[in-house]
């Protein structure tokens, strides 16, 4: 899935097409459509709730992080080290360590309720599923 197919899936009562839609913004009681998303040429998501949430709160709000609004950058670029090419890597390690540390935090958010004899709702479950899909993801790009 594209980054904005990912977002499209998470939000209700999407409307629209050809890189132009319409949704209920997940950051506040919506009753109608008042988010509107549109995917830019370079494959950027633009976000804009007409109420007034803010574009970091919604993207929080739908379990993501704002470097999802932006394409993977599966470029790696050389730079020279002593007359050898290096390869730059498309995330710094500090980046995957943030991304871990905030995922390890929601499934010890979950571990703590569950502990707790607290039941966890279905948008926990998707959540913690998220959790799960972004340590592997990180697992994976770091060859852990």
């Known amino acids: 899935m594209t980054p904005v197919e990912v977002m499209l899936s998470r939000l209700q009562k999407v409307k629209g097409k050809n890189g132009s839609w319409t949704a209920r913004c997940p950051a506040h009681n ?4 008042s988010l ?24 929080q709000a739908l379990g993501m992080d704002m470097t999802d609004l932006f394409p993977p950058d599966n470029k790696r ?4 080290v002593e007359g050898k090419p290096r390869m730059k ?14 995922e390890a935090l929601v499934v010890s958010i979950c571990a703590h309720d ?3 004899g607290k039941s966890l709702k279905e948008d926990d479950y998707e959540r913690l599923k998220v959790a799960q899909q972004r ?8 060859n852990i």
């Open 30 to 33: 919506d009753k109608g459509p």
């Open 114 to 116: 569950l502990r707790k």
């Open 36 to 59: 509107a998303i549109r995917e830019a040429d370079d494959g950027r998501i633009l976000l804009h709730c007409f109420a007034g949430c803010e574009t970091l709160s919604v993207v």
């Open 89 to 102: 890597p498309a995330f710094y390690a500090s980046d995957l360590i943030r991304i871990l540390a905030f």
């Open 135 to 142: 340590i592997e993801e990180v697992m994976h790009y770091a």
């Open 77 to 80: 670029r050389e730079y020279p």
